[in-house]
């Protein structure tokens, strides 16, 4: 992936990226402004309503006390105690069928004084009277053991059963409890269960405006136990259930906590101690964060506002950085056309100053620079030309020198034949077809050649020469010339008025260079002329040869002279180890 900085315009990449920090703060600032709004929204809605629901719970405990009431003022009815104590008290068929009318209107009018809470009684006994449907009916006592909510009942004297079904087919729903009958004596009689509407208990749970807001609500009862709920639908009773059996045991983790059962819900308690009821609301998540919604979006909308201006200033404050630097990239296009410096504002007296005040003596430096690069090339054309000139003459050399050749062999000079044919060829390799370099190899052919001529001109005197070339350096490639004009000095001047002498040249591998030494052992000079000897010593050859190796390669490599009177003289050249691509000249 590139790197946006390197690709893109900077006027519309500082305009996108502000832009981008900006929507990505606005965005940060509204979800934590939502976040604290909705905790804070949550915890004091919790508050509010942990109130109602205490006063609720108050409500309810006085409207079940009630129940409660008239089941116990039942139980302690000597007819309805003897009724059910018909055995004992040896009650023939006629005395209890007086009786169970009796008890029947009783109860009958009792259910229709309360009918607003009770919906129906049950009394549950051993062999009871077979009675109409009325809401008052009699039970057998064995058939309550198979009902689902005599667990409850069984080790107690009296329970809320909760909700359950009760009619022809199970088509009413109330809410029952149950108490049992004891005999004045304490013998277990039957079972007395009160069943109260439904809709009573809900009213007083649940209210309308509470049901329109998507508020439900469960009562539960001093165990733990679900007596009924409120606002639920019958799909989700099931999760419901669920949701109380694991709430029973831990009620501090979901306690004024978000929890999702078929939408995310605050659950609530109430935390009444006086009464043995609590009731548990779920209140609709959404509901809490309607507010929480509006602050966030109020402040995204005023963030959103403040968003647009500061990229306005942003846009304006760019292109007023950017200005500067687009007059740049202008003059520098045009300056690359024509070469025409373009004139740079004055007025700027800031960074962007200094950098037209550089552009400007650039340019201007640019082109004199190309002025005299100009000159230059118009120069070399010159030498060239001249250069392809002077390549006349060393042909026509060599083509004379080869035709003396023969006349040296017809004359019977077989030296001379030899220093002719050693020097053409010389000037064959001098030629190289043009090039300025050589291998290692060739130069040291080169310096062989010459040295078997000044071996022919110096006999009957002895020239001892020793060539040392490592097969690993012979193909790389050195300025050509590189050796002759110091071996030529060596034999002119340090062997000068002696009968012979001996050189050794060596090539060595350095480093990353190559090493050319150069030995003889002829007359040397005193030390403290070497500065003088190596500014002046062997004419044009050798400072040509220096200044050819510092011009292409410059520092380390050079060539360095030591020398001892009497002792000879050693000289080191030392260049870079390259190949023939590695040349530009």
Known sequence: ?????????????????????????????????????????????????????????????????????????????????????????????????????????????????????????????????????????????????????????????????????????????????????????????????????????????????????????????????????????????????EFITVYSKEPDRYRNQKTDLNQSYLVTESNNRTTKWSIIQFTPWKEIANDSLRIAYMLGAIGLIAVMVALFFTLLLSHRFMKPIIIMTRAMGRFSVDMQPVKMPGDYTNEFGILFSGYSNLMERVKQLYIDLEKQYIRQKELDVKALQAMINPHFLYNTLDQINWMAIEANQPQISRILELTGKMFRMGLSRGESILTVHEEMTYINYYLQIQRIRMEPHRLDVTLDLPSALENYYVPKMLLQPFVENAIMHGFHGRNGGSIVIRVEEKEAGILFSIQDDGQGFQTNRIPTYQANIGGYGIRNVRERIDALFGEPYGVSITSELNQGTTIHIYVPKRDKGDYFI
């Open 1 to 241: 992936m590139r790197n946006p900085f390197k690709t893109y315009r900077l006027g519309r990449l500082f305009f996108i990226l502000f832009a981008g920090f900006m929507a990505a703060l606005l965005i940060v600032l509204m979800a934590v402004s939502y976040k604290v709004a909705s905790s804070y929204m949550s915890n004091q809605a919790s508050k509010y309503q942990q109130e109602i629901l205490n006063e609720l719970s108050i409500r309810i405990d006085n409207q079940m006390s009630s129940v409660e009431q008239i089941a116990l003022s039942i139980t302690r009815n000597n007819d309805f105690l003897n009724y059910l104590n018909y055995e004992e008290l040896d009650m023939d068929m006629y005395d209890r069928l007086v009786a169970s009318q009796k008890l029947t209107s009783y109860f009958t009018n009792l259910v229709y004084s309360w009918n607003n809470t009770v919906d129906s009684i049950q009394i549950y006994m051993r062999n009871p009277l077979p009675k109409p449907n009325l809401p008052v009916s009699f039970i057998e006592l064995e058939e309550a053991r198979n009902e689902e909510w005599f667990s409850r009942v069984e080790l107690s004297d009296f329970a809320w059963v909760g909700e359950r079904k009760i009619g022809i087919g199970g088509t009413e729903t109330v809410i029952s409890f149950a108490r049992k009958v004891y005999s004045n004596s304490g013998k277990y009689l039957g079972l007395l269960v009160l069943n109260m509407k439904m809709s009573a208990v809900h009213n007083t749970l649940l209210n309308r405006e509470n049901e329109n807001q998507g508020i439900k609500r469960v009562l539960m009862g001093n165990g733990q136990n679900l007596i009924t709920s409120a606002g639920f639908s019958m799909e989700i009773n099931s999760k419901l259930n």
